[in-house]
C-alpha cells in the first residue's frame, strides 16, 4: 500500500508538471528576440517618386531587406513598412524566415530604433499570430536633402573587442619601453 501511495504522489506531480507545460506552450503565441544592435545597413526614402528601401544585418543571422516603389508618404523621419499588400523583401532571425512581415521604424541624426515582426502566412498576419519580433536599433548617420533621407548604420565595437584592442596595444607599449630602456 505504501509502494502505491507514493506512486500515485508521483502521478500527480508528474500531471502537475505537464499541465504547466501544456499550458505555458498554448500560450506562447510569439518568439521574442533580444534587442537586435544593428552592424551594417542602410534606409532610404525618396519623394518624388516615392520609394522605400531598407538593407540591414546584425547578429544573431538579422537580415531585413525590403523595398517599395509605391511610397506614398511625406519625406519623414518614422514610417511603417509591410510586404503584405505593397513593397516586396524577406528577413530571417536565427535562419528562420518565412514569407509576411510589418514593422515600423524612426531615424533621428544619428540613431535608427525600430521593430518588425515576421509571419508564416496571411492567416496568422489575421489572427496576430507571428514567428518572431525584433527590436532592434543601430548607431549612424542621417544625411537629408530636399527629396531624399538616407541613414547609414555604422558599425560600434563590442566591449570586448574594444578592450582585446585596448589591451594589445598597452602590451606592445609596454615591451617596446622594457627593450627600448637596455
Given amino acids: 500500500m505504501q ?6 504522489r508521483w502521478m500527480i506531480r508528474f500531471a502537475t508538471a505537464a499541465f504547466f507545460l501544456a499550458a505555458s506552450l498554448a500560450l506562447t503565441t510569439e518568439a521574442r528576440a533580444d534587442n537586435v544592435i544593428l552592424t551594417t ?18 547578429p544573431q543571422g538579422f537580415n531585413l ?8 508618404g511625406p519625406l519623414s523621419t518614422s514610417f511603417g513598412f509591410q510586404n ?4 516586396f523583401g524577406d528577413m530571417s532571425l536565427n535562419g528562420l524566415s518565412a514569407s509576411f512581415f510589418t ?3 524612426s531615424l ?15 492567416t496568422d ?3 496576430n499570430n507571428p514567428l518572431f519580433t525584433v527590436t532592434f536599433s543601430g548607431s549612424g548617420v542621417l544625411l537629408s536633402t530636399s527629396t531624399v533621407r538616407t541613414f547609414t548604420v555604422t558599425s560600434v565595437p563590442e566591449p570586448t573587442s574594444l578592450f582585446l584592442f585596448v589591451s594589445g596595444f598597452a602590451a606592445v607599449i609596454s615591451v617596446r619601453r622594457k627593450y627600448g630602456q637596455k
Avoid: D, K, M
Fill in 3 to 8: 509502494n502505491l501511495f507514493s506512486n500515485s
Fill in 41 to 58: 545597413g542602410t534606409v532610404s526614402v525618396q519623394v518624388p517618386p516615392g520609394q522605400t528601401s531598407i538593407l540591414f544585418s546584425g
Fill in 65 to 72: 531587406n525590403y523595398f517599395n516603389s509605391e511610397y506614398a
Fill in 84 to 87: 503584405i499588400t505593397q513593397g
Fill in 103 to 105: 514593422g515600423s521604424l
Fill in 108 to 122: 533621428t541624426n544619428l540613431t535608427l530604433n525600430g521593430t518588425a515582426t515576421r509571419y508564416a502566412t496571411l
Fill in 125 to 127: 498576419v489575421v489572427n
